[in-house]
């Protein structure tokens, strides 16, 4: 079991910048391919970037293609999503989830193991 949580979110611009970070506790967080979800008021949860277990791999929506970068640091047990250029249509409550996986260099973007109770992110315009 991992227990996950979210922080970093907050009000913002459009145009500006911020990171996300959540931090893992429990069983190794090597073992995990990770995630971040979105979900905006009305509109369906959403995966947003993804990232394998060595972090050799990485997923991005469509829509943020460019725009944000998701990383992870094995030792400190945390995954980061640094979102950039950050548009009102970004407003959501953004979730971290994780996925057990034998295979270090696969991502995956549904059928998660865990999750965080989600950090919200405002783009004011």
């Known amino acids: 079991q991992v227990q996950l949580v979210e922080s970093g979110g907050g009000l913002v611009q459009a145009g500006g910048s911020l990171r996300l970070s959540c931090a893992a506790s429990g069983r190794t967080f090597s073992s995990y391919a990770m995630d971040w979800f979105r979900q905006a008021p009305g509109k369906e949860r959403e995966a947003v970037a993804a990232?394998?277990?060595?972090?050799?791999?990485?997923y991005y929506a469509d829509s943020v293609k460019g725009r944000f970068t998701i990383s992870r640091d094995n030792a400190k047990a945390t995954v980061y999503l640094q979102m950039n250029s950050l548009k009102p249509e970004d407003t959501a409550v953004y979730y971290c989830?994780?996925?057990?996986?034998?295979?270090?260099?696969?991502?995956?973007?549904?059928?998660?193991?865990?999750w965080g109770k989600g950090t919200l992110v405002t783009v004011s315009s």
């Open positions: 989830a994780a996925k057990i996986t034998r295979y270090s260099g696969t991502y995956y973007y549904d059928g998660m193991d865990y």
């Open positions: 990232i394998s277990r060595s972090g050799s791999s990485t």
